[in-house]
DNA sequence: ATAGCATCTACAGTGACTGTAGGGGCAAGC
DNA sequence: GCTTGCCCCTACAGTCACTGTAGATGCTAT
């Protein structure tokens, strides 16, 4: 286990230097021992940590959220479903997201297709913004012109 | 066009109170003019301009873009072909969005169901956070963002 | 006159970083 | 030994698009 800087943790990892410095700062990671020249130096298990974090990241999870799943991975024994309550939320959030998004495709994709590149005033990507028929209330296409 | 407090403004565009001042304060919106009791007073304009800036903004568009949009809705003899490509955009960036978040949930779809409520040694989820077999490849942590 | 809500300004806080300024550490080449 | 050049240090400001707060004032209804 030999230590490395936080420049190749960071490479290793795929965390970058300053966000390293940030999990420590706030308490996601504990700070390292440091060089006599006061670099920080981390071991293997840091930067699995740091891995671990990562990809948990990379699913959506909150730092919040990360920390009570390094609480966990620090305690194998427990049962595990809290960790599953977590990733259940992840999920539902996850689904949540792309039925939004899936909506705005949809009213994009149609804006797009009736644009016939002509003026602005009859831009259907124009219309289709001052037009809230698909949020609620009257719309007033003239109003927003001059 | 009778005016009305930011409250009602707020009430028919669908724009909090606070996020009205705060466009204001962005340049979205032009100051209005105030009762004599400084209470700014909005005309139909304004919140026509209001609800053309939340559609705007709930299909994802940023304040940078809407600058654009707004600037663009000034002008109605000018060419849309700026409106479409920023459209285009739009819908580019949702569809990524959307690939990304549907492999997040492939991946936590098989995390929950290989999960048999057990500790948290043998979880799944755990075992998924801990491995990055899953996530190698070039990331766009972007689109977990909004 | 009083109650009670709406509005005002000004500023701090959010999440998860990113960027900058101004310095110090460290290995290689001269 | 000295310089070059990259890496690292701390501390703090900035990002985005708001949200929340405090304390004062305006407006409306009774």
């Given at each position: ?10 490479r290793?990892s795929?965390?970058?230097v ?7 700062e ?17 071991g293997a298990k ?5 891995r ?6 990379d699913l959506?999870?909150d730092m ?5 799943l390094?609480e966990?991975?620090g ?10 309550r977590?990733?259940?939320?992840r ?17 994009l ?10 003026t602005?005033?009859?831009?259907a990507?124009?219309e289709?913004?001052?037009?809230h028929?698909?949020c ?7 109003a927003?012109?001059?």
């Amino acid at each position: 286990m030999r230590d490395v800087t936080i420049g190749e943790a960071a490479r290793e990892s795929g965390v970058k230097v300053t966000t390293i410095r940030f999990y420590e700062e706030r308490g996601l990671l504990s700070a390292p021992p440091r060089s006599e020249g006061g670099q920080r130096l981390y071991g293997a298990k840091d930067v699995a940590r740091l891995r671990f974090i990562r990809h948990a990241r990379d699913l959506g999870f909150d730092m919040a959220a990360l920390s009570d799943l390094l609480e966990l991975a620090g305690h194998p024994d427990a049962p595990c479903a809290h960790a599953d309550r977590l990733a259940e939320a992840r999920l539902e959030d996850v689904r949540r997201r792309i039925a939004a998004l899936q909506g705005l495709e949809k009213e994009l994709e149609r804006m797009l297709s009736a644009c016939r590149s002509g003026t602005v005033e009859s831009c259907a990507v124009m219309e289709s913004l001052s037009d809230h028929a698909h949020c609620d209330g009257p719309h007033d296409t003239d109003a927003l012109k001059g």
